[in-house]
């Protein structure tokens, strides 16, 4: 069974620091594409980062710059280093997998997020 | 930026359909997925490639897309249906866009 836990959230004044992480079960980490997608009180949510298989990263926006995404292959663990924090990164955040892709299948079919975790709450206030 | 629009709520009595939009630029030229999620609860995949189901996922799911509109159908609409529901795209240009959401009181 496929299982991703988060941690590390918390409360942080604008400007610090934070690193999440994502302990993942039931399947490798580094065979699937991973995500952190984050949800503001009361909104949708919002697309955060991304990292691919082979390493390449992506991030929205609204956080490139700031926030940077990672594994840890030894410990099946996901990251996110998150900077400047501003009072607009108030959200759960969670950690998502996509599902496996076939080797050279660069199709757009396999962009969803398959399985999430509970989520942590990062709240940035002063 | 590239947007999805949803209606904000959908009633629907037990036992009847609930039809969920979701309309975007070209949206049928992309593939389409939709999550739902319960109250304090992470979403949870329930149609992807537009009208695929995961394990697991009831019969009375069913989705599709076309022209600038993609459609979530709750057929025999269940009380353990009521939920948020989210659609979402992607393609290399605007990366992960969800929707709006869509609440469905049942």
């Known amino acids: 069974e496929v299982q991703l836990v988060e941690s590390g959230g918390g409360l942080i004044q604008p400007g610090g620091s934070l690193r999440l992480s994502c302990a993942a079960s039931?399947?490798?980490?580094?065979?699937?594409?991973m995500s952190w997608v984050r949800q503001a009180p009361g909104k949708g949510p919002e697309w955060v980062s991304v990292?691919?298989?082979?390493?390449?990263?992506r991030h929205a926006d609204s956080v490139k710059g700031r926030f940077t995404i990672s594994r840890d292959n030894s410990r099946n663990s996901l990251h996110l280093q998150m900077n400047s924090l501003r009072a607009e990164d108030t959200a759960v955040y969670y950690c998502?997998?996509?599902?496996?892709?076939?080797?050279?299948?660069?199709?757009?079919?396999?962009?969803?997020?398959?399985?999430w975790g509970r989520g942590t709450l990062v709240t940035v206030s002063s | 930026s590239y947007e999805l629009t949803q209606p904000p709520s959908v009633s629907v009595s037990p036992g009847q359909t609930a039809t969920i939009t979701c309309s975007g630029d070209?949206?049928?030229?992309?593939?389409t997925y939709w999550y739902q999620q319960k109250p304090d609860q992470s979403p949870v995949l329930v149609i992807y490639?537009?009208?695929k189901r995961p394990s697991g996922i009831p019969e009375r799911f069913s989705g599709s897309n076309s022209g600038n509109t993609a459609t979530l159908t709750i057929s025999g609409t269940q009380a353990m249906d009521e939920a948020d529901y989210y659609c979402?795209?992607?393609?290399?240009?605007?990366?992960?866009?969800f929707g709006s959401g869509t609440k469905v009181t049942v």
């Open positions: 998502a997998s996509l599902p496996p892709v076939p080797t050279g299948d660069l199709s757009s079919r396999w962009h969803y997020f398959d399985n």
């Open positions: 039931g399947f490798t980490i580094s065979s699937n594409y």
């Open positions: 990292l691919y298989g082979g390493g390449r990263t």
């Open positions: 070209e949206l049928g030229n992309k593939y």
């Open positions: 490639q537009d009208s």
């Open positions: 979402q795209t992607w393609d290399d240009s605007i990366s992960y866009v």
